[in-house]
């Protein structure tokens, strides 16, 4: 009987350990949340592999990632801006420079390429790690088969005209 006791007691003891634990976690994290952090999370991994499949290394892989933010998130004046989420861009598939730098920042965060947002005088850009340094991406500037430019950034910041790098 006391061997009873001692596995049912100690069977309830876990029981209430578990949830003191979960209880606080479903209170601030309920399911649905947890669930869509998962999906948006998957969505931008199966995004990113389907986008960069023919990518060779990092700098096509931006280049492809970039042109997909492009080609898919339109600047309309009509648009009131929502900062959401980077899939909350992609879905709307209408934004300005601010969510289409988020929106890229996020995709390269996911293929292991570095990146930060900078904003500019009211104009948000995106600052990449590529080759050894980091160059400054602007989400306005179309970066098209030919006519592609990345801008490495402590030039930049210093103002000398020659330090756009067509690649």
């Known amino acids: 009987m006391r061997r009873i006791e001692r596995k049912f007691s100690i069977i309830l003891l876990a029981f209430t350990s578990i949830l003191l ?3 606080p976690l479903i209170i601030l994290l309920p399911p649905n949340k947890i669930c869509d952090f998962y999906y948006r999370e998957l969505t931008y991994k199966h995004l ?8 060779q290394n990092d700098l096509m ?23 959401k989420t980077a899939y909350n861009n992609l879905v709307m598939g209408v934004s300005w420079c601010d969510q289409q730098a988020f929106t890229l920042a996020t995709l390269l965060n996911k293929c292991n390429i570095n990146s930060r947002l900078r904003d500019v005088q009211n104009h948000t850009t995106l600052e990449v790690f590529i080759n050894d340094e980091w ?10 088969r030919n006519i592609k430019v990345l801008f ?3 030039p930049i910041v210093s103002g000398l005209k020659e330090s756009i790098i067509h690649l």
Not at 48 to 55: C, D, K, P, R
Not at 61 to 83: G, H
């Open 152 to 154: 490495p950034y402590s």
């Open 21 to 23: 634990i979960a209880i």
């Open 61 to 83: 892989s931006l280049i492809a990632l970039f042109n997909y933010v492009k080609e898919n998130q339109n600047i309309d004046p009509e648009y009131k801006a929502v900062d």
């Open 48 to 55: 990113t592999a389907t986008i960069t499949e023919n990518s």
């Open 135 to 144: 160059k400054l991406i602007d989400s306005m500037i179309k970066l098209r």
